[in-house]
T-cell receptor, first 112, second 116 residues
Framework: SQQGEEDPQALSIQEGENATMNCSYK?????LQWYRQNSGRGLVHLIL?????REKHSGRLRVTLDTSKKSSSLLITASRAADTASYFC????????????FGQGTTLQVKP | EAQVTQNPRYLITVTGKKLTVTCSQN?????MSWYRQDPGLGLRQIYY???????DKGDVPEGYKVSRKEKRNFPLILESPSPNQTSLYFC???????????????FGAGTRLSVL
């Protein structure tokens, strides 16, 4: 079953604007990850945030995690046309099997 | 270059004709997994392997088989493909299983399968 749910499903912005995507999940986690997928291609890991962390940065990416609300957000600042892709959150559900549970994804379009 | 390689990238076949999608990783990862991606359903795990000769079912294993005879290879076998297995398939590998440090997965480029 899909644990993560992203919101919004689709987002269209102008280049230079910030893009915010949200993810909600249902069970306890060890960590939460965000992945990016260019159309029809494999997913690429962006950032991992541990359950004891509240915020993490990587370049133009900022991820927050609120374990009390079981939610996370991904902020892409100063977006570029090349950021156009689908973004997925993934949780491990506290499992030790290595399994990741992916959300449905947010499709981001950045217009030049 | 560290990578996960899937072959073929595109495949059109007919119902009932056995096929194998290969997956190979060059990162000495212990964990490997197969997913299918369908519109509106996201990524769903088919099978995974935590090490050589250790495999287990994911969420949607029906109609699929896997094997892990060597650490680097994890082929996906469809013994008798059906049209509902038309999908985009991804293989992924990871250095570690889980815990706080996480199971960061590296994905192949995908195999688009059409079963007629």
């Amino acid at each position: 079953s899909q644990q993560g749910e992203e919101d919004p499903q689709a987002l269209s912005i102008q280049e230079g604007e910030n893009a915010t995507m949200n993810c909600s999940y249902k069970t306890s986690i060890n960590n939460l990850q965000w992945y990016r997928q260019n159309s029809g291609r494999g997913l690429v890991h962006l950032i991992l945030i541990r359950s004891n962390e509240r915020e993490k940065h990587s370049g133009r990416l900022r991820v927050t995690l609120d374990t009390s609300k079981k939610s996370s957000s991904l902020l892409i600042t100063a977006s570029r046309a090349a950021d156009t892709a689908s973004y997925f959150c993934a949780t491990d559900g506290s499992s030790n099997t290595g399994k990741l549970i992916f959300g449905q994804g947010t499709t981001l379009q950045v217009k030049p | 270059e560290a990578q996960v390689t899937q072959n073929p990238r595109y495949l059109i076949t007919v119902t009932g004709k056995k096929l194998t999608v290969t997956c190979s990783q060059n990162m000495n990862h212990e964990y490997m997994s197969w997913y299918r991606q369908d519109p509106g359903l996201g990524l769903r795990q088919i099978y995974y392997s935590m090490n050589v000769e250790v495999t287990d079912k994911g969420d949607v294993p029906e109609g699929y088989k896997v094997s892990r005879k060597e650490k680097r290879n994890f082929p996906l076998i469809l013994e008798s493909p059906s049209p509902n297995q038309t999908s985009l398939y991804f293989c992924a590998s990871s250095a570690r299983v889980g815990g706080v440090r996480g199971n960061i997965q590296y994905f192949g480029a995908g195999t688009r399968l059409s079963v007629l």
